[in-house]
């Protein structure tokens, strides 16, 4: 059996291209397994088993030219089909946050391979025209797959074959650090973006150190807004207590290092980095955004869910958590404990059942 992965880009650091790399090499060790992109970067920012081929198939530009932009998903579009025509894989699996998605369903008519989309946003946080489009288009997929029951409901509503596959932690941590041994960090990995809200995040931090100076944010991670969130850094003067670390691939050193995760997004699919920090022995705390932490955390278990931008909340919560070491302990505990729900060899067993 052939399975072809489609991603724009295996480049980046986010958590669907996560997620290939660990799909992908996992069933490299079973059926042949390639990832098609669409860039000039054949480099994985993840580690891929050496039996995993990436093939460029055309190159994707940024332009603010609408017509430009037309075009080159077109191109893209076009290459994907030629390709996937000529060399008929078994299987074909998206995975994307938007416009790839809806190509897929589009290049998929009337050829032979068996398509699966996965869905890594949260389907009301799509544009409007992309969700009335997926109505109409996704229903030639043989599979769409969400990433939470929420999202499988409302996929369900129109489309036929809906599954709910989490998504598989990334790393195994055999013996996480005592609570001696960890420093006083509160944690937040992700993309620099509107999304993440590290904006209410850093005004809550303004809050937290007014009590706690000897505690210290990290947020480690790259994208448009950094410049924008440093001077916000400046300006409510907290350079000695918040950092702003670049993206990396020894990760786990963050996690195992620190002793809260907060995740202040406003929206989310479900998110790889809450699942690691569990993996970790971290309690966790987090907004309770439509989709996603709810999934995760077990209000009072293995964390705290916050009313959505609720920054007043979020500031207590965490002020809570750095003031009780046994409910730090406690919830890291239990969160080891829900980490093994997301095995790769769980996660594994709910592929295999669709890929036939």
């Not at 995993?52 to 430009?68: G, Y």
Request: hydrophobic share 40%; net charge positive.
């Amino acid at each position: 059996m052939k399975i072809s992965f489609v991603i724009d880009s295996m480049a980046n650091s986010g958590g669907r291209e996560r997620v290939i790399s660990i799909l992908s090499s996992v069933f490299a060790e079973k059926y042949s397994t390639e990832i098609l992109v669409f860039d000039n970067n054949k480099e994985s920012f993840y580690k891929l088993e050496s039996k995993v081929n990436i093939k460029n198939l055309c190159r994707t530009f940024e332009s603010k030219n609408k017509l430009a932009k037309v075009a080159n998903k077109i191109k893209i579009a076009m290459n994907l089909r030629k390709y996937l025509k000529r060399n008929e894989p078994d299987i074909v699996i998206s995975l994307s946050m938007r416009y790839l998605n809806l190509f897929l369903s589009i290049v998929c008519i009337n050829l032979k391979s068996k398509f699966i989309a996965t869905e890594h946003c949260d389907y009301f946080k799509t544009p409007f025209l992309f969700r009335i489009l997926k109505r109409v288009f996704y229903k030639k997929f043989d599979y769409v797959v969400t990433l939470t029951e929420k999202d499988r409901k409302i996929y369900n509503k129109f489309i036929k074959n809906v599954e709910c596959i989490k998504n598989p932690v990334s790393f195994k941590i055999e013996k996480i650090p005592s609570s001696d041994e960890k420093k006083n960090i509160v944690l937040s990995v992700g993309r620099l973006t509107y999304q993440k809200g590290y904006d209410m995040l850093i005004d809550a931090w303004s809050k937290v150190v007014e009590y706690k100076k000897d505690w210290k944010l990290i947020i480690v991670g790259e994208g448009e807004l950094k410049e924008e969130l440093i001077n916000k850094i400046k300006n409510k003067l907290l350079e000695d207590y918040v950092e702003i670390a670049p993206t990396t691939k020894k990760i786990i050193q963050y996690y195992l290092k620190s002793s809260i995760y907060v995740m202040s997004s406003r929206w989310e699919g479900l998110p790889m980095v809450l699942i690691e920090a569990m993996e970790c022995g971290l309690p966790c705390v987090s907004f309770d955004c439509e989709t996603g932490p709810s999934d995760l955390i077990k209000n009072n278990y293995n964390g705290v869910l916050v009313e959505a931008n609720n920054v007043e909340r979020l500031t207590y919560e965490m002020l809570n958590l750095m003031e009780n070491k046994e409910v730090r302990i406690k919830y890291g505990n239990n969160s080891r404990k829900e980490a093994q729900k997301y095995s790769i060899e769980n996660i594994k067993i709910d592929w295999e059942r669709i890929l036939g």
